[in-house]
């Protein structure tokens, strides 16, 4: 069974970018270059969201035609000499075993087992692996590990995928009367939130979206449903199944954990910076960098200087997946402004090599 990572998750500006490219397709002309038409009206979605965690991204694959269970981590599967902050000690502990069977039940339970007379061979679930010696920096990291799943994807044998909703996993999975003690918990069973988007002015949604957010940083629901009040909060996950463009996801982050430095927490369309420089000082934020910093520590355990080159690439990668527009709007090439993104995320790097 091959590693299915969970999918990225988008800015707003660009989930914003697809649907409005979608509504004003028409088709192709005689050359086959594609025709739009800007006057077509667009949609009004409703995004459903919850909150955002900040822990360690893992997930268990069951593999419905060899029975094999593993898990993984986002960039790959973990084993008891490769771990993930103790996720696979955990699955493979007699309580976390339970578990994982209870909740591969459950799946199978509210899953189509085929669509269109193709087999389902495949379900992953996804989840945030969070406590202190994951993440001790928010409030969600004051807490006892726990694993909050916000994702289940199946995979049938013609290769198509299909995301599921996570709430009827959920009810299954309660009515299967797990142990209080069980480290399982979903997302959907914390604080959500609701929010139409009218994608013929995207920007009347921005406020609200804003303070949502804002909100969620203040106070971490998830801490505060455990006890924990005041405590630092992330953002969040907004989520729409389109029945065109099927699962359209955005994250909205507070700025304490924003990856680029903008004039607003969420904006519609890329922001003209004025230089090179301008652009390095948005992008190179310490959330970006220490979120890179603690994937390298999550994979390899520590970072030392064989692992430069992989941090500077999860930066360079990440940077380009999120703010290419940006560096298209201001005009800037890319060589050139990588060149300088790798200068100064290797200059911050560096002092940190010992501490690890």
């Known amino acids: 069974m091959n590693l299915r990572k969970f999918s990225e998750i988008e800015q707003f500006r660009h989930v914003v970018a697809d649907v409005i490219h979608s509504a004003e397709y028409i088709g192709q002309d005689s050359n086959n270059e594609p025709m739009y038409d800007k006057s077509r009206a667009k949609p009004v979605l409703t995004f459903k969201g919850t909150v955002k965690l900040h822990g360690t991204n893992c997930g268990v694959a069951f593999d419905m035609l060899t029975g094999e269970v593993k898990a993984q981590s986002h960039f790959r599967y973990l084993s008891a000499e490769d771990d993930n902050f103790g996720f696979c000690a955990w699955i493979n502990s007699d309580e976390g075993a339970r578990d994982v069977s209870i909740l591969g039940f459950s799946v199978m339970s509210v899953a189509p087992l085929e669509r269109a007379n193709t087999p389902l061979i495949g379900m992953r679930v996804f989840g945030e692996w969070c406590g202190p010696t994951v993440n001790g920096k928010t409030a969600i990291g004051q807490l006892p590990l726990r694993w909050v ?35 399982v918990h979903f997302i959907t069973d914390y604080p959500r939130y609701s929010i139409d988007i009218d994608f013929n002015q995207p920007e009347a949604s921005l406020d609200e979206l804003e303070r949502l957010t ?23 996950v907004w989520e729409n199944f389109h029945p065109k463009l099927g699962r359209l996801t955005f994250k909205t982050k507070g700025m304490k954990h924003k990856g680029t430095r903008n004039s607003r927490i969420v904006q519609i369309e890329p922001e003209v910076l004025a230089s090179m420089e301008a652009f390095t000082e948005a992008v190179l934020t310490e959330s970006r960098l220490e979120q890179g910093f603690g994937i390298i520590v999550a994979d390899h355990g520590k970072v030392t200087r064989d692992h430069i080159g992989t941090f500077l690439k999860w930066v360079g990668q990440d940077v380009l997946k999120e703010e290419t527009d940006t560096m298209e709007a201001s005009g800037l090439e890319r060589q050139q402004v990588m060149g300088r993104i790798n200068q100064r995320a290797k200059q911050w790097l560096m002092p940190r090599l010992a501490q690890v």
């Open 149 to 183: 799943v916000f994702g289940v994807l199946l995979t049938f044998a013609d290769g198509r995928e299909e995301w599921m909703q996570v709430d009827a996993v959920s009810a299954h999975w309660k009515s299967m009367n797990p142990a209080e003690t069980s480290l």
């Open 214 to 236: 804002l909100e969620v940083e203040a106070e971490c629901p998830v801490a505060k449903a455990h006890g924990i009040d005041g405590g630092l909060g992330e953002g969040i």
